[in-house]
């Protein structure tokens, strides 16, 4: 499968042109309508940005330069503002990805409980390395630092949904059922694994559904509780603790702050009714009580 966003020599993350070319009228309008839907839940129409990106997701299949484009024109953002958020999280794809992202992860307990090795043999049964697709455009091979579910290391994630205590050879029949089209259960969770466009709209805020099907927290994250049960064990209040902790706390020797440094209390914050279309305030403002240049940020005392 042909890669977009790739990186240059000089580092650069460039966009083919492919994925400028624009949206199709009826899909714009689509994309508009449900761009409509989550802005509306936020005060500040910028902060739909990322659930608006996986919205570009589940029509493209990943953050095209056009879903750049389009998050830009909605939320009033440069598409440099638009692209700086899209390059630092991982669930946001600058080149195609496949229909199922399958992440092994490998760090410390599913690696040493076997992760490493199922990396190595699917890696090597697929043909492909981190991060590289299939070439029937079915599975996006991840290495994943934590899946989060280590009482059931070493798990595997399709398109995040949990597949735990696997095998290389368990891995590896997961990747061949997902390339052969057949409906893959996972272990918690819904009955199928959805497309990556799928989960995509759902990550956007469009509820498929799936949320209550299947297990949520299996045995292993229960025992626990169920120990502490059988026991009779509580957590403590937190109210016998709350004098001492107080007491030991550090107290402030200065209410002054490094040079170049701010307080919580000095940085500005949005007020409680502020519009959506209102300008965020800045700690530079025309309102900073500051005072000092505006241009650089520098104290003028």
Known sequence: MEHYGLQTAAGHLTVAAE????????????LHEDAAQVVAKYPQKRSALLPLLHLVQSVDGYVT?????????????????VSGVATFYTQYKRHPNGEYTVGICTNTLCAIMGGDQIW??????????????????????????????????????ANWEFFDNQTPDSTKQLVDDLRAGKDVKPS??????????????????????LADEGVGA?????????????????????????????????????????????????????????????KPATLFDENNDKGGDKSTGKDES
């Open 19 to 30: 994925s400028k070319e624009p949206y199709a009228a009826d899909v714009l309008a689509a």
């Open 65 to 81: 330069g056009r879903g750049i484009d389009f998050c830009a024109d909605v939320l009033d953002l440069t598409t440099a503002e």
């Open 188 to 209: 918690r969770g819904p009955s199928k694994v959805c497309t990556f466009k799928q989960v995509s709209r759902v990550l956007a805020g469009f509820h498929d559904g």
């Open 218 to 278: 299996g045995h292993a994250s229960l025992e626990g509780l169920k120990l502490a049960h059988e026991r009779g064990w509580t957590a403590p209040d937190g109210k016998a603790g709350e004098t001492a902790n107080a007491d030991q706390q550090p107290e402030a020797t200065s209410d002054e702050t490094a040079p170049g440094r701010h307080t919580s209390t000095d940085s500005a914050a949005n007020a409680p009714g502020e519009a959506v279309d209102d």
């Open 120 to 157: 190595d043999e699917v890696s090597e049964h697929l043909g492909i390395g981190h991060d590289e697709t299939t070439p029937d455009g079915k599975v996006t091979l991840e290495r994943v630092e934590c899946n989060a579910a280590c009482d059931f290391a070493p798990v595997v994630m």
